[in-house]
């Protein structure tokens, strides 16, 4: 399995707050994706970086951004939580343009 | 407007028989496919792809077909086992705009009854 790891694994928050969710690979792969996982929607992708500092939006960025300025770590952070972000967020990493490889999740409760 | 979809929510197959899903895209730009396999409180695991300049790909138990003038690709999978009841989900990608932005679809349960 690719090495990458996600933290926190669970929260909960309340609206308004600020959340940020961290992405850590060890395989030095270039690019790193966030998707989100909600009933019926499958994965829909947040933003991905193709490396480091270097970032994009995906299907469903508003509400959202990202950092990452190291090749191991991809921060996602919420900048003020609210109850549509409740949701169970995936990180993945590719080295090229075919699979994708996905972490663990995190599941996110916001009150 | 969902450019990938699995019509299918659930299937159940019989232990040893094969297993059928089903993907339907409407986007002519994507060029590549993908399955991921999801067990619970796990995150998706690659198990096949395919390029649009094939139509088969075998791995194993695992056999995806693309049909692009139909839009659709398969999975099948024989003989199906116990361990393959997860949630299926197809994805595709239009590699030439420079990133990897996988659709997916909404997923399909599979379960195999012994």
């Known amino acids: 399995d690719a090495g990458i790891t996600q933290s926190p694994r669970h929260k909960v928050t309340e609206t308004g707050t600020p959340v940020t969710l961290r992405c850590h690979q060890t395989?030095?792969?270039?690019?790193m994706y966030w998707y989100r996982q909600d009933p019926g929607h499958g994965l829909r992708l947040i933003h991905y970086?193709?490396?480091?500092?270097?970032?994009d939006k995906g299907e469903v960025s508003d509400g959202y951004s990202v950092s990452r300025s190291k090749t191991e770590d991809f921060l996602l952070t919420l900048e003020s939580a609210t109850s549509s972000q409740t949701s169970v967020y995936f990180c993945?990493?590719?080295?090229?343009?075919?699979?994708?490889?996905f972490g663990p999740g995190t599941r996110l409760t916001v009150l | 407007d969902q450019q990938v979809k699995q019509n299918s929510p659930s299937l159940s197959v019989q232990e040893g028989r094969i297993s059928i899903l089903n993907c339907d895209y409407t986007n002519s730009m994507f060029d590549y496919f993908l399955w991921y396999k999801k067990y619970p409180a796990e995150g998706p695991t690659f198990l096949i792809s395919?390029?649009?300049?094939?139509d088969k790909n075998e791995d194993g138990r695992f056999t995806v077909f693309l049909n692009k003038s139909a839009k659709h690709l398969s999975l099948h999978i024989v003989p199906s086992q116990p361990g393959d009841s997860a949630v299926y989900f197809c994805a595709a990608s239009a590699r030439n705009q420079g990133a990897q932005k996988l659709v997916f679809g909404q997923g399909t349960r599979l379960t195999i009854n012994p």
């Open positions: 395919i390029s649009s300049i094939k």
């Open positions: 970086s193709y490396g480091v500092k270097d970032t």
């Open positions: 395989e030095n792969h270039r690019y």
């Open positions: 993945a990493i590719s080295e090229n343009l075919n699979e994708q490889f």
